[in-house]
């Protein structure tokens, strides 16, 4: 009986996590979609450049504190710490956060009215309001309330369709009025999930007079914090670098092509969401068996889901790009079995939950920094001469390159990897259907798309 109760505990909460993802995937490919289509490439490729300043801001806003508070909190409560010092945890990170608002956003606001720069500062605002919300569910990842969590994902996402939706129905759907929108549904998704945190449990500090409990998190955590920084100088270089070595109309492109590869990256954080604290508190109690029990079971539930997903929008992409974006976006078909590459390393690099776990946390700063020298590096070289095809190359050959390295990495500390007989069935059984998905050539794209 305890172990089949301890599994549905856990199918519940994956599940809830799941559906919390698939909603706000779903929401949040939808108003990308009709955002395409409605703006088009050139105008599409704006509001692309002010979301990738989004979520680069969001990771130099958070500057890692939301991996610390998960993982600090994770292994006080699996190693029976005492509930004030997890309180101390959450209290100090968030009061640190609200702080950096006071002084932040005035200042966004004044650069957006009075320069030219209002992009950038939509951009910085927004990214901002992400961050608190990463904050936010942080908390409610620790302390395993994978409902509360699944929120922070969906409701975003719904917020945005529906702008999406009610602006273009009133014919008034441009960037700026969408960048508008979007900061105003952020704003309010931060104060649903103000007044959703355990207060309680929470020992709110004032920075200031909390500072030698801050420096002894960011000492823990000193090594998130420098890969923080790396995520930011790579994060959505490949959008940068379109923008600015590009043309728009190729960030456009890549930008629908994207969507997709977007939504495979929120898949794989709904699943690691659940496996973050359950690992570091199997770490905290010394169960390294479960750790490793946990790993392999992540891996191959990751790779049930995304090899069979990217090799079937590889199969259908040419019926499904014109169909879902408009015939200007077809090129963006010739764009994504590079992208489904990258898709597919993304969801089977599932090791930064050991190296959490474990508090080899230095690990987590070389893959970045590698990370970050090959896509800079990459994206110099391949976009200028391929544009949005080489913008796709240079996040695949950056994601193989960290895949390898981490299990290499993961099998010296833990001695296991994923099952690799099985991933291997999984792509295989997948691409048997590519031609066959093919040679279905139907005169109305809905129905060929259906079929």
Same mark, same amino acid.
């Given at each position: 009986?305890?172990?089949?109760?301890?599994?549905?505990?856990?199918?519940?909460?994956?599940?809830?996590?799941?559906?919390?993802?698939?909603?706000?995937?779903?929401?949040?490919?939808?108003?990308?979609?009709?955002?395409?289509?409605?703006?088009?490439?050139?105008?599409?490729?704006?509001?692309?450049?002010?979301?990738?300043?989004?979520?680069?801001?969001?990771?130099?806003?958070?500057?890692?504190?939301?991996?610390?508070?998960?993982?600090?909190?994770?292994?006080?409560?699996?190693?029976?710490?005492?509930?004030?010092?997890?309180?101390?945890?959450?209290?100090?990170?968030?009061?640190?956060?609200?702080?950096?608002?006071? #002084?932040? /956003?005035? !200042? %966004?606001? +004044?650069?957006?009215?009075?320069? @030219? &720069?209002?992009?950038? *500062?939509? $951009?910085?605002? =927004?990214?901002?309001?992400?961050?608190?919300?990463?904050?936010?569910?942080?908390?409610?990842?620790?302390?395993?309330?994978?409902?509360?969590?699944?929120?922070?994902?969906?409701?975003?996402?719904?917020?945005?369709?529906?702008?999406?939706?009610?602006?273009?129905?009133?014919?008034?759907?441009?960037?700026?009025?969408?960048?508008?929108?979007?900061?105003?549904?952020?704003?309010?998704?931060?104060? #649903?999930? /103000?007044? !959703? %945190?355990? +207060?309680?449990?929470?020992?709110? @500090? &004032?920075?200031?007079? *909390?500072? $030698?409990?801050? =420096?002894?998190?960011?000492?823990?955590?000193?090594?998130?914090?420098?890969?923080?920084?790396?995520?930011?100088?790579?994060?959505?270089?490949?959008?940068?670098?379109?923008?600015?070595?590009?043309?728009?109309?190729?960030?456009?492109?890549?930008?629908?092509?994207?969507?997709?590869?977007?939504?495979?990256?929120?898949?794989?954080?709904?699943?690691?969401?659940?496996?973050?604290?359950?690992?570091?508190?199997?770490?905290?109690?010394?169960?390294?068996?479960?750790?490793?029990?946990?790993?392999?079971?992540? *891996?191959?539930?990751?790779? =049930?889901?995304?090899?069979?997903?990217?090799?079937?929008?590889?199969?259908?992409?040419?019926?499904?790009?014109?169909?879902?974006?408009?015939?200007?976006?077809?090129?963006?078909?010739?764009?994504?079995?590079?992208?489904?590459?990258?898709?597919?390393?993304?969801?089977?690099?599932?090791?930064?939950?050991?190296?959490?776990?474990?508090?080899?946390?230095?690990?987590?700063?070389?893959?970045?920094?590698?990370?970050?020298?090959?896509?800079?590096?990459?994206?110099?070289?391949?976009?200028?001469?391929?544009? *949005?095809?080489?913008?796709?190359?240079?996040?695949?050959?950056?994601?193989?390159?960290?895949?390898?390295?981490?299990?290499?990495?993961?099998?010296?500390?833990?001695?296991?990897?994923?099952?690799?007989?099985?991933?291997?069935?999984?792509?295989?059984?997948?691409?048997?259907?590519?031609?066959?998905?093919?040679?279905?050539?139907?005169?109305?794209?809905?129905?060929?798309?259906?079929?």
């Amino acid at each position: 009986m305890g172990s089949a109760s301890k599994l549905k505990e856990k199918l519940r909460s994956v599940g809830g996590v799941t559906i919390g993802r698939v909603i706000g995937n779903a929401s949040e490919f939808a108003a990308m979609a009709l955002a395409a289509r409605v703006l088009g490439p050139a105008e599409f490729g704006k509001l692309a450049y002010t979301l990738a300043v989004a979520l680069i801001s969001s990771q130099f806003f958070d500057f890692g504190a939301a991996r610390i508070l998960t993982i600090r909190a994770s292994l006080l409560i699996g190693s029976r710490a005492r509930p004030e010092d997890v309180g101390n945890v959450y209290g100090s990170l968030l009061g640190l956060r609200l702080a950096v608002g006071i #002084v932040v /956003l005035p !200042l %966004l606001v +004044w650069m957006g009215l009075g320069t @030219r &720069n209002i992009y950038l *500062a939509a $951009g910085l605002g =927004l990214g901002f309001l992400m961050s608190v919300v990463l904050c936010a569910s942080a908390i409610f990842q620790s302390g395993l309330e994978f409902g509360k969590y699944a929120s922070s994902v969906w409701l975003p996402g719904a917020l945005r369709v529906l702008g999406v939706i009610l602006l273009s129905v009133s014919g008034r759907a441009s960037v700026p009025n969408l960048i508008v929108y979007y900061l105003a549904a952020h704003v309010l998704t931060v104060l #649903v999930f /103000l007044s !959703l %945190l355990p +207060w309680r449990g929470i020992h709110l @500090r &004032n920075p200031l007079h *909390a500072a $030698g409990e801050l =420096l002894q998190l960011f000492h823990f955590g000193k090594w998130l914090i420098a890969a923080a920084i790396f995520e930011v100088a790579y994060a959505r270089a490949d959008v940068l670098a379109l923008r600015f070595l590009g043309t728009p109309r190729e960030l456009g492109i890549y930008g629908a092509a994207f969507v997709f590869a977007g939504v495979f990256s929120l898949m794989f954080i709904s699943v690691v969401a659940y496996y973050v604290p359950v690992m570091c508190r199997a770490s905290g109690e010394g169960r390294i068996d479960r750790l490793k029990e946990y790993y392999r079971e992540s *891996a191959d539930l990751l790779a =049930l889901i995304g090899i069979p997903a990217a090799i079937g929008i590889w199969a259908i992409g040419p019926t499904l790009f014109p169909l879902i974006f408009g015939e200007q976006y077809r090129a963006s078909a010739s764009v994504w079995p590079v992208l489904a590459i990258y898709s597919v390393c993304l969801m089977l690099n599932q090791t930064g939950t050991v190296f959490f776990a474990l508090e080899k946390l230095h690990i987590i700063t070389l893959v970045t920094l590698g990370t970050m020298v090959a896509n800079l590096l990459l994206c110099f070289l391949l976009v200028p001469r391929y544009g *949005a095809l080489g913008a796709a190359w240079t996040v695949a050959i950056g994601q193989i390159l960290c895949l390898v390295f981490c299990w290499v990495v993961v099998y010296r500390l833990i001695g296991v990897i994923p099952n690799l007989v099985r991933i291997g069935y999984y792509l295989g059984c997948s691409l048997i259907f590519v031609p066959i998905v093919r040679s279905i050539s139907i005169p109305m794209p809905k129905l060929s798309l259906g079929i």
